[in-house]
């Protein structure tokens, strides 16, 4: 059961450039999540935004929540080619799961 | 840190074979999860376990079980296993807060041929 889609499906910029990622969801949330996973690796968790918050940052991240649109952007600053991987928001999805999109690729080219 | 390690890497079984992998964490989490992860399909959940002894189903359970014989330990079973279950299956698990972080671990690619 798909939740959160994220938007562009795939992203090529050149390093130093800002890169936006979006992400819709369908139903009412308590917090949605942003990952990271490098090729063939596991996912990392990026950050959690609640859904009393609007705005959050960490490091090079900022990340937006506009729950009366059912929508969150990740936007990272500065960009580097080591920030290529896929990116995936994540909303709960009943008890303890995690529903993930089906993610969105990110280059940075040197 | 947290650490999610999963037994094997990469695997190459063949149809109709049994296959376990492995998971274990280290930081006493109570959620453990399994999913796992195709091209164009994102992250599907298989099983998830909130407690030792217990199981939910996921969104994609067929052709698996699993076991939770220990906190720490979280084993996907593919009891017979066939070509459509090659794959990338992703251990996680989480503290008790309510959908919360996942930790990763790094990714078991399963081929059956």
């Known amino acids: 059961s798909q939740q959160g889609e994220e938007d562009p499906q795939a992203l090529s910029i050149q390093e130093g450039e800002n890169a936006t990622m979006n992400c819709s969801y369908k139903?009412?949330?308590?917090?949605l999540q942003w990952y990271r996973q490098n090729s063939g690796r596991g996912l990392v968790h990026l950050i959690l935004?609640?859904?009393?918050?609007r705005e959050k940052h960490s490091g090079r991240l900022r990340v937006t929540l506009d729950t009366s649109k059912k929508s969150s952007s990740l936007l990272i600053t500065a960009s580097r080619a080591a920030d290529t991987a896929s990116y995936f928001c994540?909303?709960?999805?009943?008890?303890?799961?995690?529903?993930f999109g089906k993610g969105m690729k990110l280059t940075v080219n040197p | 840190d947290v650490k999610v390690t999963q037994s094997s890497r990469y695997l190459v079984k063949r149809t109709g074979e049994k296959v376990f992998l492995e998971c274990v964490q280290d930081?006493?989490?109570?959620?453990m999860f399994w999913y796992r992860q195709d091209p164009g399909l994102g992250l599907r959940l298989i099983y998830f376990?909130?407690?030792?002894?217990?199981?939910e189903k996921g969104d994609i359970p067929e052709g698996y079980s699993v076991s939770r014989e220990k906190k720490e330990r979280f084993s996907l079973i593919l009891e017979s296993a066939s070509t459509n279950q090659t794959s990338m299956y992703l251990c996680?698990?989480?503290?008790?807060?309510?959908?919360?972080?996942?930790?990763f671990g790094e990714g078991s690619r399963l081929t059956v041929l």
């Open positions: 930081m006493d989490h109570e959620n």
């Open positions: 376990s909130y407690d030792v002894k217990m199981k």
């Open positions: 935004i609640r859904s009393n918050e």
């Open positions: 994540s909303t709960p999805g009943g008890s303890e799961k995690l529903v």
């Open positions: 996680a698990s989480s503290l008790g807060a309510r959908a919360g972080e996942l930790f």
């Open positions: 139903t009412s949330i308590n917090n």
